[in-house]
């Protein structure tokens, strides 16, 4: 096992972390600024900036798989590619993004684009990756993801009540959704909507995906919905109505009933990306733990001298490493025997890395004392957006359920009652278990 970094994998990771640190981090007081300033839901010409920046150094569409990628069902891929970075090379990249909230879309690799990308990569048609990857791509326009709704338990697509019925040459969408990341951002011009095309099939037979342009007549915004008082502007998360939308039949993606295999294809990667930034989000975290321990006195010493300060920093530079560990293993798998055969280490690693993040920003907060719950030390906003990925991407008891059942299926007695009994149950975990429509997808 070699844990050196390989040259192309340092060269890439350098080269993000160089501009993070010479462009995006000096101008975090200019976003904060356009952020403050008249509307809420706008695009702010600094981070325009910094993107047109990247995209003319090549940092840009990092996520996007490599060319050998076993998914492609239409063969003219070469037109719409990056960089080519396995999971692994990406990984090392994305911790670099995590450690500044909006350092992911100055690089065009921000949710639910990213997802939605290789949706389109991997299983769209000529056309539609004309008419949507392509802008989508070049950082032109932006996309929502539309699963959870907020009358079903949404851990279980199969609950999914939005209904996509055929009329003629066209399909009619009714249904709400809610957690719909993205469509504050007034960029936002097409949503892959996952509904059933057909409520007798087999379970995960049922749902569908299909593109819905967000100007189609129809498509209702009822409300946003802010996370713990932050509203995530200019990206946003919000609650919509589908009424009688009409899109044509050729909107519709790889056909009916293909539903969770486009999802299993999309939600591996994309709750892998969260937990690589989650990393880094985590490495900001400590920093400012560490600089404002060693900054304050209280009761006669420095507050880093007090011994509980010491047991804390020590266990979050532990976890944090252990987390790296994990997420690099499952991204590593991911390249060399595919997602579905790393199901088991992507589940770990949703479970873990927010967690931990959470731990580290809650001991941050805390070494802040009251500056910590303010505005003015970005801890109070870390902990709102990790606290969302315990539920985006599928809920931790979902992973959970899905790891255990794994682990039960390598351990399964050989013989007597309690074997057949198991043998004769439910059958062993599939990828459709671990399918939760609670994608926010936030943009980290």
Request: one cysteine or more.
């Amino acid at each position: 096992m070699d844990f050196e970094p390989t040259e192309r994998q340092v060269y890439w990771r350098d080269r993000v972390r160089g501009f993070i640190e010479q462009h995006v981090r000096p101008n975090v007081p200019v976003y904060d600024e356009q952020d403050r300033e008249g509307d809420r839901w706008k695009v702010l010409p600094i981070a325009e900036e910094m993107k047109a920046k990247a995209k003319e150094q090549g940092i840009w569409n990092l996520f996007m798989p490599p060319r050998n990628d076993s998914h492609h069902h239409v063969d003219d891929s070469f037109e719409f590619e990056g960089p080519g970075l396995t999971n692994l090379e990406y990984a090392l990249c994305a911790e670099e993004m995590g450690r500044i909230g909006w350092a992911s879309e100055v690089f065009n690799c921000s949710a639910p684009d990213t997802g939605n990308m290789e949706v389109f990569h991997r299983y769209g048609t000529r056309e539609q990756k004309e008419e949507w990857l392509r802008p989508l791509m070049n950082g032109e326009i932006r996309s929502a993801f539309l699963m959870t709704e907020p009358y079903t338990a949404s851990s279980d697509a199969t609950n999914i009540e939005t209904r996509i019925e055929r009329d003629g040459d066209e399909y009619v969408i009714n249904g709400r959704k809610w957690w719909s990341s993205g469509l504050g951002d007034p960029r936002c011009k097409v949503a892959i909507v996952m509904g059933k095309t057909d409520f007798e099939a087999q379970r995960h037979a049922q749902q569908s995906m299909i593109l819905m342009p967000i100007d189609t007549p129809g498509v209702n915004i009822l409300r946003h919905l802010p996370v713990f008082g932050y509203d995530d502007a200019p990206h946003g998360h919000m609650e919509v109505e589908m009424k009688d939308v009409r899109v044509p039949a050729s909107n519709i993606l790889l056909g009916e009933g293909r539903g969770f295999e486009i999802a299993q294809g999309r939600l591996g990667p994309g709750r892998i990306h969260h937990c690589m930034r989650t990393i880094g989000v985590a490495e900001e975290a400590l920093e400012k733990m560490c600089k404002r321990l060693q900054e304050r006195e209280a009761f006669g010493k420095p507050i880093y001298k007090h011994s509980v300060w010491e047991e804390r920093v020590a266990r979050a530079r532990i976890d944090i490493d252990m987390t790296r560990l994990l997420c690099l293993k499952a991204a590593d798998m991911m390249d060399k025997v595919g997602n579905k055969a790393a199901k088991q280490e992507i589940a770990m690693i949703k479970v873990q890395a927010p967690n931990m993040a959470l731990r580290i920003i809650d001991d941050a907060i805390q070494a802040h004392g009251g500056g910590g719950v303010s505005e003015d030390y970005g801890l109070a906003r870390s902990y709102a957006n990790q606290r969302t990925l315990r539920l985006a991407d599928g809920p931790d008891e979902v992973h959970a359920r899905s790891i255990a059942r794994m682990e039960f299926g390598k351990h399964a007695p050989q013989e007597g009652p309690s074997a057949n009994a198991l043998r004769s149950g439910p059958a062993p975990a599939n990828d459709s278990d671990t399918m939760s429509s609670g994608d926010m997808g936030v943009a980290r």
